[in-house]
Each structure stands twice: as C-alpha cells, then as structure tokens.
C-alpha cells in the first residue's frame, strides 16, 4: 500500500536560515502530492502540490519538487520567518487509492528570531 | 476558507458513553473524510462518504460509524467510547476522488476521553 516518511523532528531555526524537510513515499501508480501547514490550534491547509514527475509546487516562498526517480518531495525555503512555526505534512493521493490522503507522521517547525 | 464547521471543538466523556462529532460544509462537496491525529502517526482515515448514504471504511474505521443523511452533514459516532479513541478528530471535504484534488479541512475536535 502506499505509505509517506518524513524526517525525524522536531526542526528548531534562527530566522532567516534555510529549511529543508525530507519526504519520501512509496505508492502504486503515479501519485499527487502535497504538503499541509497546521498552526497551533487550527486544522491544515494544503501549502502546495504537485501532480506528476518533475512538477514544482510552490507558495509562501515555499518549494517542493516531485522527482520520481528518488520517490522524494522535499520542502525547501531559503529564509524562515518566526510566523512559519508550525506542524508540516507531506502526504499522496491517487493510484489505487484515489482520493484518500496518505500523511507522514508530521515534522514540528519552531523558529526563533 | 472553505465552509467546514466542526462540533463540537472539545469534549470530555467518559468510557463507554456514545459519542458523535458533527461535520458541516457549505461547498456542495460531494466527497467528505474523517481522519483522526495523533502524535507520531500524522493523520489517518477512519471513514469517507462519496455521496449521500454512501460512506466505506478507511485505515482505522474499528469502533467507529458514520452516516451521511444530507449533502452538508458527515456525522462520526463512537458507538462506546474507549480511552484509545482519545484523539483530535479533523474533517475534510473535497470536490472529487481525483488524486490531484486538495482536500480541506475543519479545525478539528479535541475529544477526551476519561
């Protein structure tokens, strides 16, 4: 079935560094996929997506690209801000599974100024 | 922000009382999802609805039921609460099943129980 894997948090910068998250899945097909945002108190918002092989997703000065040879869709940002503090989810819809989400199981962001 | 109101936001309970969370859209989506977190598992689904009436299990749907009466409406039920099902309950809708459709999400219910 299909499954996602992130890295290990929790995830403490300064502000102004650079952040990269690590995403890997595993999944029938040719999957979608995306990265949710939670902040404190709130439920999550997709951040970006990307559909197939080779799409970049972006926003908020965030990037992920979707490379199929290394089943990976990392989150980059080149600069943080203390208000990006938050849970991030990579997660895949499709092949087999249609629609349904797939998580990894969450990286927590603090960023300090 | 899509139009998802969840209820209740908190709940207290004790073991083996029933329990039902209420999911309500006003986007006319026809596709809505329950999804339970916990820490070091993300989310996972517990039971979808693709239409009215119609609903299937997901990846942890034991002890849990749903019923779909009305478009807007997704309601899930813990037939008798456990400890195990303490949890923080998100809801979520989406237009289609397609896999390149984003689903969005309610702020969820924090439900403990005692």
């Known amino acids: 079935g299909n499954s996602v894997t992130q890295m290990e948090g929790p995830v403490t910068l300064s502000e102004e560094a650079f952040l990269t998250i690590n995403c890997t899945y595993t999944?029938?097909?040719?999957?979608?996929l995306f990265w949710y945002v939670q902040y404190p108190g709130e439920g999550l918002q997709l951040l970006l997506k990307?559909?197939?092989?080779?799409d970049k997703g972006s926003n908020k000065g965030f990037e992920a690209t979707y490379r199929k040879e290394t089943t990976s869709f990392h989150l980059e940002k080149g600069s943080v801000q203390v208000s990006d503090s938050a849970v991030y989810f990579c997660a895949l819809a499709g092949g087999t599974s249609y629609g349904k989400l797939t998580f990894g199981q969450g990286t927590i962001l603090t960023v300090h100024p | 922000d899509a139009g998802i109101t969840q209820s209740p936001r908190h709940k207290v309970t004790e073991t083996g009382t029933p329990v039902t969370l209420r999911c309500h859209q006003t986007e006319n989506h026809r596709y809505m999802y329950w999804y339970r977190q916990d820490p070091g598992h993300g989310l996972r689904l517990i039971h979808y609805?693709?239409?009215?009436?119609?609903?299937d299990k997901g990846e942890v749907s034991d002890g849990y039921s749903v019923s779909r009466s009305k478009t807007e409406d997704f309601l899930l039920t813990l037939e008798s609460a456990t400890s195990s099902q303490t949890s923080v309950y998100f809801c979520a809708i989406s237009e289609s099943d397609r896999g390149n459709q984003p689903q969005h999400f309610g702020d969820g219910t924090r439900l403990s129980i005692l």
């Open positions: 999944a029938t097909g040719y999957p979608s």
């Open positions: 609805s693709y239409g009215v009436k119609d609903t």
């Open positions: 990307a559909t197939k092989a080779d």
